[in-house]
C-alpha cells in the first residue's frame, strides 16, 4: 500500500494562469491561491536570504505565516508584457513531481540529472514531456539542493520557436 503524497506546503495555480499572461493577470492568479506581496520580513537572515534565493532576484510574491517565508516566486517578463519566466523557490524540501503535477497537470516523464549534491528534473519538449501555453511549449526546470536542506528551486518558463 502506498502512502497519498503530502500537499504541497504552498499553492501553485496551473501554469496557463501564469505564463503568457500580462504581469498584473499572473499576480492576480498567484494572489488568489493565497500567495501575498512580497515584503522583507523583519527576521529573515542572511542565511534566510541565501536559501530564498532572494539575493538573486527580487521576489513578487511570498508565501508562509506571519514572519516565515516558505517559498517565494518571482516573474519575468518579455518586451511585451508578457510573463515568460516563473521561479519559486522555497526554503523547505518539496518533491519535484508534485510541484510538477501542480503547474503542468500531466507533465510525463522527467529528465533526471545531478548528483547527491544537486538533483536535477526537466520537464519540457526535450523529454516529450511538459506542457504548453498559448501555443508554445513550456519547459520545466526543478533542483534540490543538498546544502540548503533540499530547498526547492523551481523554474518554469516558456520555450519560444
Known amino acids: 500500500m502506498t502512502a497519498a503524497p503530502r500537499p504541497l506546503p504552498f499553492p501553485l495555480p496551473p501554469v496557463e494562469e501564469v505564463l503568457s499572461r500580462t504581469r498584473a493577470e499572473a499576480l492576480s492568479a498567484l494572489r488568489a491561491a ?12 542572511a542565511e534566510g536570504r541565501r536559501v530564498l534565493n532572494v539575493d538573486l532576484s527580487e521576489p513578487d510574491v511570498s508565501w508562509g505565516e506571519e514572519g516565515e517565508v516558505v517559498a517565494v516566486a518571482h516573474l519575468e517578463a518579455d518586451r511585451a508584457g508578457k510573463v515568460m519566466l516563473l521561479e519559486v523557490t522555497a526554503a523547505v524540501p518539496v518533491p519535484a513531481e508534485q510541484v510538477a503535477a501542480a503547474l503542468l497537470g500531466e507533465p510525463g516523464p522527467a529528465r533526471l540529472g545531478g548528483n547527491a549534491e544537486a538533483r536535477e528534473w526537466v520537464w519540457g519538449p526535450e523529454t516529450g514531456g511538459g506542457g504548453a501555453v498559448a501555443g508554445e511549449p513550456v519547459r520545466l526546470w526543478i533542483c534540490a539542493e543538498r546544502a540548503y536542506g533540499d530547498r526547492l528551486w523551481a523554474v518554469a518558463s516558456v520555450v519560444r520557436r
Open 34 to 45: 493565497g500567495w501575498r506581496p512580497w515584503a522583507v520580513p523583519i527576521g529573515l537572515d
